[in-house]
């Protein structure tokens, strides 16, 4: 074994590759670099992993991508040479022998020019365009973010044989025995993202739905009503998961994952993500009878009572099949394995395979 580090690229729109990321190095024993344009959301790392900060690519909130061989539009930005450069002198300094990407196909096909081989974070959605193609066919190898059943009818073969399936990728909290309500109650979970999920609007649903107290958590409004309460995002949002008689949150991967993990009855309502990612998720919590999917925040006591009837209905107990407590450390396992190769061969360089 030499002195190499492993690279971990974690893309910051939104917290939800952080907080997979912080899963899985949880169970890695190696040097890891890992890098960021937000480090700030990250929570304390083992001494053996550094955390640095990159330039971002596009200006936040962009909801602008190219048809191309990367996904940002060639010409329309000045932002390339200091993140290139910035992750090329984290690589060197290191001595990276393995890279993990999630996700960012640009980081992905400097791994490839520099002949560092990297793993590749697989997400949700149409992702069929030439700058994902590229980018899983030079991968070494493609970690599936989400459990097997998740996959997607438009799949290619070689994609699925290439991609390690953990059952989904989250870090399971320990049970809690603290009380968070006296009353049944309806928890809205908000995220970092887009979403139409407001402090007015679960005010509304709490007067239409009187019969459930509603608890929000992930609000920059903190705000108590007769009937609701809204708090800001928790460390550790488990407790209320767990108490919940109804979950209702956007379809991004955590939250998923996290009420999965719980078995509760979920009403999803999918925002606009790059590729239709929650909506492709959205479709396949449907399709397994997982979540009751609403295009629209309801807004209507009849609309509410037929969703929550809905909900309740599920085949909750499915979760016991998709879903696996173990997926981060099996994900952590293949990558600690893939780099004790990397590192071994002189250089610390390995043939990627082609599909």
Not at 209 to 223: C, E, K, N, Q
Not at 300 to 307: I, K, L, Q, Y
Request: a positive charge.
């Amino acid at each position: 074994m030499t002195d190499s580090s492993l690279f971990y690229f974690v893309n910051a729109d939104g917290s939800g590759h952080t907080r997979r990321t912080e899963a899985i190095l949880q169970h890695l024993k190696l040097p890891v670099v890992v890098a960021s344009e937000r480090p700030n959301l990250f929570k304390e790392l083992s001494p053996q992993h550094s955390l640095h900060a990159v330039p971002p690519l596009r200006p936040g909130g962009s909801q602008q991508l190219a048809d191309d061989v990367l996904h940002i539009p060639y010409g329309t930005e000045r932002r390339y040479l200091p993140r290139m450069q910035a992750i090329c002198d984290l690589c060197q300094r290191y001595r990276c022998a393995l890279a993990v990407i999630d996700v960012c196909v640009e980081t992905a096909m400097i791994m490839r020019l520099a002949g560092i081989p990297y793993w590749y974070m697989r997400m949700s959605g149409q992702r069929d365009d030439p700058a994902h193609l590229q980018c899983y066919r030079a991968a070494a190898g493609l970690i599936a973010s989400y459990p097997q059943a998740f996959e997607e009818d438009w799949v290619p073969d070689w994609m699925r044989a290439k991609t390690h399936y953990g059952g989904g990728i989250f870090m399971p909290p320990p049970p809690s025995r603290t009380a968070v309500s006296d009353r049944p109650y309806i928890l809205v979970m908000r995220g970092q993202g887009m979403s139409q999920i407001t402090p007015a609007a679960v005010a509304i649903a709490s007067q239409l739905v009187p019969d459930y107290r509603w608890i929000g958590i992930g609000f920059d409004t903190i705000l108590t009503g007769a009937n609701f309460q809204l708090l800001p995002r928790l460390p550790n949002p488990s407790p209320y998961i767990q108490q919940a008689q109804i979950v209702m949150a956007n379809a991004g991967n955590n939250s998923v994952l996290e009420v999965g993990h719980w078995r509760k009855p979920f009403i999803a309502l999918p925002e606009w993500r790059f590729f239709d990612e929650q909506r492709a998720k959205a479709d396949q919590l449907a399709r397994q009878r997982l979540a009751v999917v609403l295009e629209t925040w309801p807004e209507r006591s009849s609309d509410w009572r037929r969703a929550i009837d809905q909900a309740q209905s599920l085949a909750v107990e499915t979760w016991g099949a998709v879903l696996s407590a173990e997926g981060a450390k099996r994900a952590a396992a293949l990558i600690a394995q893939q780099f004790a190769e990397a590192a071994s061969i002189p250089g610390g360089r390995q043939r990627s395979p082609q599909p």
